[in-house]
């Protein structure tokens, strides 16, 4: 599968998700088993592909989201928007380099917010690396951790721990022998300092 595919199959997961959200919390009504609409916004970038993986509602009100921009150089830049209680922008915050950067899960960190995506613009072989960034309540940024080797790594999504940190699930090929994708943990500080990270191959033997 090509990384455009990948891409397509993000897209379409994390629009599932959006929709079983508000469904969930009323915003979406089911009439005779169907969801009707009750109203839906766009969020502009600088390019042609701007794509939102998910989305939460903060205790403060209204809807924080997450996922990826194109620039105008051909880049993605991983974007933060904040709306109101309708989905009207209030303010929105882009972060990354001159690669491909996006975001797949935002969490409420009660002071504000962390965003846990990937990044390609910190490697110098252009490989991919999970990246968690911290912000404040107005999303600027405090704060940024990257994890990984010399392969490829991706993170799709992660929960913060009641004990403090953050727990965050992806995959790597950077740890294994035969440089295949494994399933991918990583474990943080409240810092987003990695406090270990193990690889789960998901290959069996029959007996």
């Given at each position: 599968?090509?990384?455009?595919e990948l891409?397509?199959?993000r897209?379409?997961s994390?629009?599932y998700i959006?929709?079983f959200?508000?469904?969930?919390m009323?915003?979406?009504v089911?009439v005779?088993?169907?969801?009707v609409?009750?109203?839906?916004?766009?969020?502009?970038?600088?390019?042609?592909?701007?794509?939102?993986?998910?989305?939460?509602?903060?205790p403060?009100?209204?809807?924080?989201?997450t996922?990826?921009?194109t620039?105008?150089?051909?880049?993605?830049?991983?974007?933060?928007?904040k709306?109101?209680?309708i989905?009207?922008?209030t303010?929105?915050?882009r972060?990354?380099?001159f690669?491909?950067d996006?975001g797949?899960k935002v969490?409420?960190t009660?002071p504000?917010?962390a965003?846990?995506?990937?990044?390609q613009s910190?490697?110098?072989?252009?490989?991919?690396?999970?990246?968690?960034?911290?912000?404040?309540?107005?999303?600027?940024?405090?704060?940024?951790?990257t994890?990984?080797?010399?392969g490829w790594e991706?993170?799709?999504?992660g929960?913060?721990?009641?004990?403090?940190?953050?727990?965050?699930?992806?995959?790597?090929?950077?740890f294994?022998?035969?440089?295949v994708?494994?399933?991918?943990l990583?474990?943080?500080?409240?810092?987003g300092?990695?406090?270990?990270n193990?690889?789960?191959?998901?290959?069996?033997?029959?007996?």
């Amino acid at each position: 599968m090509g990384n455009q595919e990948l891409r397509y199959l993000r897209a379409f997961s994390s629009l599932y998700i959006i929709l079983f959200v508000l469904l969930f919390m009323g915003l979406i009504v089911p009439v005779s088993g169907l969801p009707v609409e009750v109203w839906n916004r766009t969020y502009d970038g600088e390019g042609m592909q701007d794509e939102g993986f998910d989305v939460i509602a903060p205790p403060d009100g209204g809807y924080v989201i997450t996922g990826g921009v194109t620039t105008m150089t051909g880049g993605e830049d991983l974007v933060l928007i904040k709306t109101d209680s309708i989905g009207n922008e209030t303010w929105q915050k882009r972060y990354g380099g001159f690669g491909h950067d996006w975001g797949m899960k935002v969490l409420s960190t009660g002071p504000g917010y962390a965003l846990i995506g990937s990044t390609q613009s910190f490697q110098p072989d252009s490989n991919t690396d999970a990246w968690l960034i911290m912000t404040d309540e107005s999303g600027n940024e405090l704060g940024n951790q990257t994890y990984g080797g010399i392969g490829w790594e991706e993170a799709f999504s992660g929960y913060t721990v009641p004990e403090g940190g953050f727990i965050i699930t992806g995959y790597s090929s950077s740890f294994s022998d035969d440089h295949v994708a494994y399933l991918w943990l990583v474990r943080t500080d409240d810092g987003g300092n990695e406090l270990w990270n193990r690889t789960i191959s998901t290959l069996y033997t029959s007996v």
